[in-house]
């Protein structure tokens, strides 16, 4: 099944602000939204932001989400060592009766 | 205390079948949707099969339809995965999650080895 596509790697400095994307099609970004999840080295992945925008209870509001069109994604602003993580994003896919998840952005905080 | 506890993992010859379990707790486990997601080593997530609340939906990614098979107790809210005929690409870390809202619950999760 084809995946959402996320670029492998973004680079940003201590307090800066970083943009990750995903990009799917009409059946999964484009239809429902996506959903955010990092994860640490070695930790199970955490729920940051589920259809499109909606963010769960204490996750940081530094971290907001949107989408236009086929393309969700991410920002985080003023970053901090602790945001140094893998992040995926995931959507169901209409036509296959499926989730999907992009291949992950590793993101390191400089 | 809302968790997934995974357990039933191991190391496994190809073809073998291993069964993995999920162990839920502190939350309505009858009324949830739950999943299957795995991690190849050094790898990204790949999600697997799902269960709906009804017991009865169910829907597996490709790569394990017709080997893998989902399942649900909710009188010992335990979510299972029966994984058959294994193969050495089936080796990974298997979670087990709830979805109320995406993935909004994760068990620590349990490693799979496919090995000869």
């Known amino acids: 099944q084809a995946g959402l596509t996320q670029p492998p790697s973004v680079s940003k400095g201590l307090r800066q602000t970083a943009t990750l994307t995903c990009t799917g099609n009409n059946n999964n970004v484009g239809n429902q939204g996506a959903a955010w999840l990092q994860q640490h080295q070695g930790h199970p992945p955490k729920l940051l932001f589920y259809?499109?925008?909606n963010r769960p209870s204490g996750i940081s509001e530094r971290l907001s989400a949107s989408r236009s069109g086929n393309t969700a994604s991410l920002t985080i602003t003023g970053l901090q060592p602790e945001d140094e993580a893998d992040y995926y994003c995931s959507a169901w896919d209409s036509s296959l009766n499926a989730w999907v998840f992009g291949g992950g952005t590793k993101l390191t905080v400089l | 205390q809302v968790q997934l506890v995974e357990s039933g993992g191991g190391v496994v010859q190809p073809g073998r079948s291993l069964k993995l379990s999920c162990a839920a707790s502190g939350f309505p486990f009858s009324s949830c949707t739950m999943h299957w997601v795995r991690q190849a080593p050094g790898k990204g997530l790949q999600w697997v099969a799902v269960i709906l609340s009804d017991g009865r939906t169910e829907h597996y990614a490709d790569s394990v339809k017709g080997r893998f098979t989902i399942s649900r107790d909710t009188s010992k809210n335990t979510l299972y995965l029966q994984m058959d005929s294994l193969r050495t690409e089936d080796t990974a870390v298997y979670y087990c999650a709830r979805e109320l809202n995406a993935f909004d619950l994760w068990g620590q999760g349990t490693l799979v080895t496919v090995s000869s």
């Open positions: 259809r499109e925008n």
